[in-house]
């Protein structure tokens, strides 16, 4: 059973919580609630039931939604108030001793408010979280079924199956205004390693969890090559090789039977109509440690304004050219560009499907080797679709690393960036940000990320003023689109309505003074990952970083 409850300490204000409980009594009564008789149990607690959800709002074949409850009371000085009375009277038994199986006796708690309170000044007005992930998602799904019956795996017990409950908690402190910080955050993964295994080696979790290896590096800094002006950045290392060998389980795990990976992988080397290429020996193995993400976008702001270049570092740069370039050769919807010294294959035929699986999200589902359609022992054929994540994607390896573009103008953008003076890393607002960052990861991470939030947020503000969102061509759009569409495709290919009217908003440049300037660091840890995000003010970074200079 999933069950909220809210917590609050109202000294010297009970009259006032008093005066708000029969406030919202009154809404509740007009919103067609019924007043429960009292609980014997609990009897201070007030409870009101809210009509359930009519069948025929719901699609057919859907099950009817459960009675939703309020509940709440005030005991002493602490207003609960929760959606079921049984946690509820739970919690008001432990008010005045606590209780002994308390969220403070966990390991996994007590070491994530060691690790985060090391940084956080005794004294600041904090907001701690924390959450069991996968245990949270398991109450969800039973919580929350479908809408409509559908077919596919189960992703969360496939994540369990793969070693993912490696991952026991998460957990932070939020602090407000904190200095020079209008926002700070320190989090943590906790995720030590299974018994007998040693921190931080490749083999310290089992099946596809072994992905998770996140090398610390004395240094992430944005190449030479990154423009100036760009809306964010970001670098992290990441073990590509153990990841590829750990990520086959997953495969066969999500499409429901084992070797379909090898088989994948077997006919990209062996099938004559191919591009008979080995992935591990001739692109992965000649790959290093380093992928970086750089984003920007071009005016004027509409559906497919977005930029995006992932760059992986190449060991072997000359290979990992002519493996994308066998590859790319035998792809009809592939077209050779060249671009100064550079060779450039830009995705040129939309028309033309790729395969790809589809998720099991509410707007999509992945063939399972049991579905009825396939006969419990068939293979699946992988659904061909018209929808690319990066239509317009554009491939090259240049500069020590394989580049892949959402457009190929923002891939020559970044190919021309060489002039050291007009880096990202010598940029004003970035010089305050690396400063802030390395005040909490002093000597290594595995991660750092900067971002200008007047140019990050700015399509997606011009997008909801328009209602325009769910035409996004970006790939968060796209993402939202799979996440919030209502399941089934329409002849327009929008699968959703846009949940915001952002058509009273004002204009950007009223607001975009407001937005600063956002930086996070992240160290892999003997057990799990320690990460810190901040939100500097756009005046103070540019002050701070020109006083520096």
Known sequence: MLASVLLVDATGHEAEARAMMTKVGERLVEQKATKLPASKTAPQVTVYQLPATQAGTLPAGAPLQQPRQVAYALVGSALVVGDHLGQLS?????????????LATLKSFDA????????????????????????????????????????????????????????????????????????????????????????L????????????????????????????????????????????????????????????????IASLKEDPDGPQIDVEKDLVACLGKRVSIVSDSVMPINTDSDRLVIAIEAVDAEKVA????????TDPDMKKVEFKEHVIWELIDRSSAIPRLEIDIPGGSVPHADEEDGGAHSRPKLRESDEKLLPHSAVTVAKGHLLIASHRDFLERVLE???DSQSLSD????????????????????????????????????????????????????????????????????????KIDGSTLPDFAL????????????????????????????????????AAQ
């Open 112 to 199: 994530i408010a060691a690790q985060c309170n090391k940084n956080v000044p005794a004294d600041a007005a904090r907001l701690r979280w924390y959450v069991d992930p996968l245990g949270y998602a398991k109450v969800y799904q039973t919580a929350n079924p479908p809408r409509e019956k559908r077919k596919g795996p189960d992703y969360v017990s496939i994540i369990a199956r793969q070693g993912f409950d490696a991952v026991q908690a998460a957990g932070g402190i939020l602090i407000l205004s904190a200095g020079d910080h209008e926002i700070c955050h320190h989090s943590m993964i906790y995720a030590p390693p299974l018994e007998g295994r040693e921190a």
């Open 90 to 102: 739970q919690v008001i038994a432990a008010l005045p001793e606590g209780r002994a199986d308390c």
């Open 427 to 498: 940029a004003v607002d970035y010089t305050a940000m690396n400063k802030a960052v390395a005040q909490f990861f002093p000597s290594q991470l595995a991660l750092r990320s900067f971002g200008r939030a007047d140019r990050s947020i700015r399509p997606l503000y011009e997008m909801l003023k328009k209602g325009e969102m769910p035409k996004s061509k970006s790939v968060m759009g796209q993402v939202l689109n799979g996440v919030l569409g209502e399941g089934k495709e329409k002849k327009d290919k929008n699968l959703r309505q846009q």
């Open 417 to 419: 960036s060489s002039d």
């Open 201 to 264: 080696a490749p083999d310290r979790f089992d099946l596809a969890a072994r992905m998770l290896q996140f090398p610390n590096s004395a240094t992430i800094e944005p190449p030479a090559w990154v423009p100036r002006e760009v809306a964010s950045w970001g670098a992290m290392q990441w073990d590509i090789q153990t990841a590829f060998a750990s990520v086959e389980s997953l495969v066969d795990d999500i499409v429901g039977e084992k070797g379909v990976f090898d088989d994948v």
């Open 322 to 329: 002519a493996t994308v370039a066998k590859s790319m050769a």
């Open 511 to 546: 607001v975009s003074h407001y937005f600063g300037t956002l930086g996070a660091g992240m160290e892999s840890l003997p057990n799990g990952w320690y990460m810190v995000g901040i939100a500097l003010p756009k005046a103070k970074a540019k002050v701070d970083a020109e």
